[in-house]
């Protein structure tokens, strides 16, 4: 096996760890960066619905207080007005959502599925948790749910959500009196979910870890035509030449061109050591003939 052939060898073996562990580290900072942007988005539409919220607590219930005690209104609720604004934007980008999930909800509509239960349980178990954050799987890739905990801390919600009898008439009218009462004041019976898809994220990640790696690619591509040109001119081309004169004056030739040992570098000084031993084998075999 020749020189240049071990040297491209090891030169491979050492690009091919490099660029693996130059790809999980980039793979890693890109999944990172993709999770990051996801999260800030899902705060983005969290805030967003908190201010539809307030804007309905504090703008639209006054304003209705008088008709909603005659025909009860949904539409004076927060939670009922944050989930339809935020619903409109799941009609455009389905694997967008919003919802005010609780384990017994005076709307049908909002009962939290398993994994949403799942999370509230978890802010039940834990007073001090303020935020909670999945990955769960769907048909079109992986999903990001943010959580926040809908906790009863006034007393007029127990108005509503305490007994039926204690309910406006008009709600339990429209919405029964079997779902959405026994709520506690401190108790967290629901919570705020936002879910966006992180399957352009991670896309643009993969993306871009292709980008680098095949410039990786071409740039060692480029290092190793210029190392093995560099390779032939200064060590393997000067070594052949030198070994062809050695055959030559193994075999008694004298009167040949001494070998060019021009430089400073080691083939230089290897060359002028070189022609040095001709010189003496020359003069030792004159020596032999005389």
């Known amino acids: 096996m020749g020189l240049k052939i071990k040297f491209n060898l090891v030169m491979l073996a050492a690009f091919i760890v490099g660029l693996a562990l130059a790809a999980a580290y980039s793979w890693r900072v890109a999944e990172e960066t993709a999770r990051s942007e996801v999260e800030q988005l899902a705060s983005v539409m969290l805030e967003e619905a908190n201010a539809v919220r307030h804007y309905t607590d504090a703008q639209i219930g006054p304003l209705?207080?008088?008709?909603?005690?005659?025909?009860?209104?949904?539409?004076?609720?927060?939670?009922?007005?944050?989930?339809?604004?935020?619903?409109?934007?799941?009609?455009?980008?389905?694997?967008?959502?919003?919802?005010?999930?609780?384990?017994?909800?005076?709307?049908?509509?909002?009962?939290?599925?398993?994994?949403?239960?799942?999370?509230?349980?978890?802010?039940?178990?834990?007073?001090?948790?303020?935020?909670?954050?999945?990955?769960?799987?769907?048909?079109?890739?992986?999903?990001?749910?943010?959580?926040?905990?809908?906790?009863?801390?006034?007393?007029?919600?127990?108005?509503?959500?305490?007994?039926?009898?204690?309910?406006?008439?008009?709600?339990?009218?429209?919405?029964?009196?079997?779902?959405?009462?026994?709520w506690e004041l401190g108790a967290v019976q629901g919570a705020q979910i936002v879910s966006v898809p992180m399957q352009v994220p991670l896309a643009h990640a993969r993306q871009q870890l292709l980008t680098q790696v095949g410039g990786l690619a071409v740039v060692f591509a480029v290092m190793l035509v210029m190392l093995n040109l560099l390779l032939h001119y200064v060590v393997v081309r000067p070594i052949r030449r030198m070994s062809l004169l050695a055959e030559e004056v193994s075999t008694g030739r004298t009167g040949l061109p001494e070998f060019d040992a021009n430089g400073k570098d080691e083939i230089a000084s290897l060359a002028a050591s070189f022609n040095r031993m001709r010189r003496s084998v020359e003069g030792a075999m004159r020596l032999l003939e005389t």
Not at 79 to 108: I, Q, S
Not at 124 to 129: A, H, K, V
Not at 158 to 171: E, I, V
Request: net charge negative; with cysteine.
């Open 64 to 182: 209705l207080a008088e008709q909603n005690q005659l025909h009860f209104l949904p539409q004076t609720i927060p939670f009922y007005a944050a989930e339809t604004t935020m619903r409109a934007l799941g009609e455009k980008f389905p694997d967008y959502g919003y919802k005010e999930a609780a384990l017994n909800p005076t709307n049908p509509a909002d009962q939290a599925t398993e994994w949403e239960a799942g999370m509230i349980d978890a802010f039940r178990r834990n007073p001090t948790l303020t935020s909670l954050t999945i990955t769960r799987g769907s048909p079109t890739g992986p999903i990001l749910s943010i959580a926040r905990p809908v906790r009863i801390t006034d007393k007029d919600c127990l108005g509503c959500h305490a007994t039926p009898q204690m309910a406006p008439a008009a709600m339990v009218d429209l919405y029964g009196a079997k779902n959405g009462f026994g």
